[in-house]
């Protein structure tokens, strides 16, 4: 390919003329070059299902952790604000990163910057299996987040660069459902390996929770060989550079609202927790105001303001928010919920949520041929569904706590699992689908820092409202947080009703 690549809509690129090349111009007797077009990437199945696993990895990690706290706590002494570090600083990095991960796979390659992020994913990961104390482990997590932050960007670009119609379509709807199985399946394959232990003979007693991150290591050396066998590059023909300031206070922004709301509970809401979140306003105030300066200027700007005009990203996002909110903050209330208030074990509690899973991809499955038939509207029928299933949840725990067991759970959990199943790939195929080939990157970038960002919000306001209340009854607890989130899934529904009814 010599470093080119077709884009639609671009001039052809005369590649190098040989004899072979040459064929006689039929006026003038004289050979002409041929003009050798080279074709679009194309992402062929084995290259989508390679992309997806890239995808399903950092979600699956930054649940998995979840139900490995407790063992994490007792082998390596961590205490509750390390603890919140394990979880904060992974998520911190991977949202804080993730535009600019996107920007740098146009730039740079989506396939060389997959190619980097997977195998820095693997190392990381290795580097927390094997950490010996909590601080080590803290520093590991945050450094595994950048990697996912270069890598997950690159698989909604490259879906959009190279694939078309129905196998874009079709792909979209695959990566979301990827994305909302790869949440659940974290928690579920985070408990069973922590109870499962399976390299306890080589590691020790804390085996367990470091097989959650180890696991991840075979997984990755996998990726690399496909990837680099079956994932097309693609890249922007002329890439901007990289908006420096816009980048800085984009991270500043980010930091300065998710670090104190994740930290502040744990440390006892000191000082800097208050100042961090009066920066806040300021510092994302100060990010739009760069940002729409250098687009007026003609520069191009991490997020450009002209991005966020397309009305299906702005309207999809607005969805993303509160989805991810009550997603994230559910995900990890019912985990310490489950382990803490009814003693289940990890894989019991885990295991909890096979039937959410199951619900999502069955409704993942039906989701495209009833996106066709009616319409966005099936986002606003799932969120119908998952407010009844949450409705039904908090009221079997109101009845039935602390007597609950996993058939009791299950009706609740099923028909939460449904509705989310019927949203969450719907959503980002509106989210995407009028942004340009040329600003997949950064339009993958600013989708799933929208998500991650509502997934972090989740665990910190949520997690906080729910351990807040825990002393006084957990069950009690729980079915306020259900409730809050039964809020946001109502939010998520109205919001629906402003799609546009054809989905792309």
């Given at each position: ?34 003009r ?51 979880v904060?600083g ?17 730039m ?9 992020g ?8 290795l580097?927390c ?6 601080w ?11 990697a ?12 959009q660069?190279?694939t ?7 792909a ?26 399976p ?10 929770w ?5 696991v ?28 420096v ?25 000191p ?7 009066g ?8 990010f ?13 700007p ?8 397309l ?6 996002l ?12 559910f ?11 009814l ?7 885990g ?9 999502f ?30 409705a ?22 099923a ?12 959503i ?7 942004v ?23 665990v ?9 209340l ?11 947080t ?15 009703l ?7």
């Open positions: 390919m010599k470093g080119l690549w077709y884009q639609p809509g671009k001039e052809d690129t005369v590649d190098d003329v040989s004899e072979s090349s040459l064929l006689t111009n039929t006026a003038t007797g004289k050979a002409s070059p041929v050798h077009d080279h074709p679009a990437p194309v992402l062929g199945a084995l290259g989508l299902f390679t992309v997806l696993l890239g995808a399903a990895l950092p979600l699956i990690d930054f649940f998995i952790v979840n139900v490995a706290l407790p063992t994490i706590d007792h082998d390596l002494a961590a205490g509750p604000a390390l603890l919140e570090l394990v904060a992974y998520g911190l990095a991977y949202a804080v990163l993730l535009v600019l991960g996107g920007r740098l796979g146009d740079a390659g989506r396939r060389r910057l997959f190619l980097s997977m195998a820095a994913f693997g190392l990381t990961s580097a299996g094997l950490a010996p104390d909590a080590t482990l803290v520093g590991a997590r945050v450094a595994q987040g950048a996912a932050a270069l890598m997950l960007p690159q698989v909604l670009a490259t879906i660069a190279a078309t119609g129905h196998r874009k379509a079709r979209m709807s695959l990566y979301g459902a990827t994305a909302g199985l790869s949440m659940v399946a974290g928690q579920i394959l985070g408990g069973v390996l922590v109870s499962a232990a390299l306890a003979s080589v590691l020790g007693e804390g085996a367990g470091r097989s959650v991150f180890l991840n290591v075979p997984v990755a050396a996998v990726g690399l060989v496909l990837a680099a066998r079956t994932v097309p590059e693609t890249r922007v023909d002329r890439p901007a550079p990289v908006d300031p816009g980048t800085v206070l984009l991270a500043v922004a980010l930091i300065t609202l998710l670090a104190p709301l994740t930290e502040g509970r744990a440390a006892g809401w000082l800097w927790t208050w100042v961090s979140l920066l806040f306003p300021f510092a994302a105030l100060a739009h105001r760069v940002e729409r300066r250098a687009d007026e200027r003609g520069l191009t991490l997020v450009p303001p002209s991005l966020l005009r009305r299906t990203l702005r309207h999809g607005t969805l993303v928010v509160p989805f991810s909110i009550g997603f994230g903050g995900m990890f209330v019912i985990a310490v919920a489950l382990q803490q208030g003693r289940m074990g990890p894989a019991s509690s295991l909890a949520l096979a039937p959410m899973a199951a619900a991809f069955a409704a993942s499955l039906a989701g495209p041929r009833l996106v066709r038939r009616f319409g966005s509207r099936v986002v606003t029928a799932g969120g119908v569904i998952q407010g009844v299933g949450v039904v949840l908090a009221l079997t725990v109101w009845r039935g706590w602390p007597d609950l067991g996993l058939p009791a759970l299950l009706p609740g959990v028909l939460a699992g449904l509705g989310q199943g019927l949203q969450l790939p719907v980002f195929r509106i989210v995407l689908s009028e340009p080939a040329d600003r997949a990157g950064v339009g993958s970038g600013v989708m799933t820092t929208t998500q991650q960002s509502g997934l972090a919000l989740g910190a306001t949520l997690g906080t409202l729910f351990l807040s825990a002393p006084t009854g957990m069950g009690g607890a729980l079915v306020v259900l409730l809050v989130q039964l809020a946001a899934v109502v939010l998520t529904s109205l919001l629906s402003r799609l546009p009814r054809t989905v792309g």
